[in-house]
């Protein structure tokens, strides 16, 4: 992007973590339903991919939800927060729906007692999702993002 390129720094989870059998300790909350009025709505860039976008600039933030989804729990609202601070926000559906249905949202849509809950943690790597984020890239980058 004019003579300079973005730069992009991320990091997984350890090995360690994806070795265990649950996510959660016992008593846990479940999946935080959202409560927020989002201020934009779901766009799809780059062909194929599926993002939360507000806000405007040469400057952005890429969020990465958690296992939950995009659509869950308090993701909008914090990408408006971060908007209305003077950035560009994306954030990506980074993960296939496990709600029937579901046109808005993506990521695990049961308790994370489920049994099914752990294999589909496991699935969600980064051979899936660095694509996904290499598009969310490419996509700011055509929108004159100098940083991220």
Do not use: N
Request: contains cysteine.
């Amino acid at each position: 992007v004019h003579g300079r390129s973005l730069s992009l720094s991320l990091s997984f989870l350890s090995l360690s973590c994806l070795m265990a059998t649950h996510c959660c300790p016992p008593g846990s909350e479940p999946r935080l339903a959202a409560t927020h009025a989002a201020r934009s709505s779901t766009q799809v860039v780059q062909g194929d991919v599926r993002a939360y976008i507000v806000g405007s600039g040469t400057r952005a933030v890429l969020i990465a939800p958690d296992i939950w989804g995009f659509a869950s729990g308090r993701h909008r609202w914090l990408a408006d927060q971060l908007a209305d601070a003077g950035f560009l926000v994306m954030m990506p559906a980074l993960y296939p729906t496990t709600e029937a249905g579901a046109a808005e949202g993506d990521g695990w849509h049961d308790d994370h007692t489920h049994p099914g809950f752990m294999p589909f943690v496991f699935a969600q790597t980064p051979e899936i999702v660095m694509p996904i984020i290499g598009k969310c890239v490419a996509e700011l980058e055509a929108r004159g993002v100098e940083r991220i």
